[in-house]
């Protein structure tokens, strides 16, 4: 059986096209995304209603920012938090698709564990807020505690930088593992990257598909200049956010 995993979508809905036609184009139904679908981007609304398709889906700390008051975020992303909720709050459509989407994000949850499999949006010890960094490799303590609450893998985001994460403290990008990974005997945790804005430089959406023991990271190219002009066409959301979706950063 294949699965797709998508995570850390931020209202790109440029991105999330681009994702979701190659998941199709695979042959995949089974998607799970992993949660901040909004926060920072032009399409907060579309984005919702496409993710409302997706098998399982988690809360991620922009989408309880929505819901509730943004803690701990930068004055840019607070900003558009705000301009999100506002969005949601006063849609173009119908009230009843408002309250299908408020609905839909106040019921996700925070994990789901499935036959060792674990899902989360930041990580197995706080799913909601934590990061994982690849440097987190030497902070031994804290990938011991974190790996003591996995029983055999985690999939999760939050950094928007994708990668793999062993039990023996080593961290690999994609590009080191020629974009395919196997599970096997020892734990992991895989940062499936970022579908509406990567962090690692390259600038294409990023997800993965799990097929057996098998991951593989997609990266996808996307209308990233409609979005951009979007971002930029919207007052409330910074020039910022749109010039570093160019850089991948």
Partial sequence: MKRAIISDIHSNLEGLQAVLADIADQGISEIYCLGDIVGYGPNPCECIDLVMKCQVCLLGNHDQGALFDPEGFNSGAE??????????????????????????????????????????????????????????????????????????????????????????????????????????GERTMINVGSVGQPRDGDPRACYVVLEGDIVRFRRIEYNMAETIRKIYDTPELDNFLGDRLREGR
């Fill in 79 to 184: 900003r558009a938090i705000f301009w999100t909720r506002d969005q949601l709050e006063n849609p173009k459509g119908s009230p009843a698709d408002n309250a299908r989407r408020w609905d839909f994000l106040g019921e996700l949850p925070r994990n789901v564990r499935e036959n060792g499999f674990l899902f989360v949006h930041g990580s197995a010890r706080n799913p909601l807020n934590e990061y994982v960094f690849p440097e987190d490799i030497y902070n031994q303590r804290k990938m011991e505690k974190i790996f003591s609450l996995i029983e055999k893998h985690c999939f999760q985001g939050h950094t928007h930088v994708p990668g793999v994460f062993t039990e023996g403290m080593r961290f690999f990008s994609p590009d080191e593992l020629h974009y395919e990974y196997r599970l096997g």
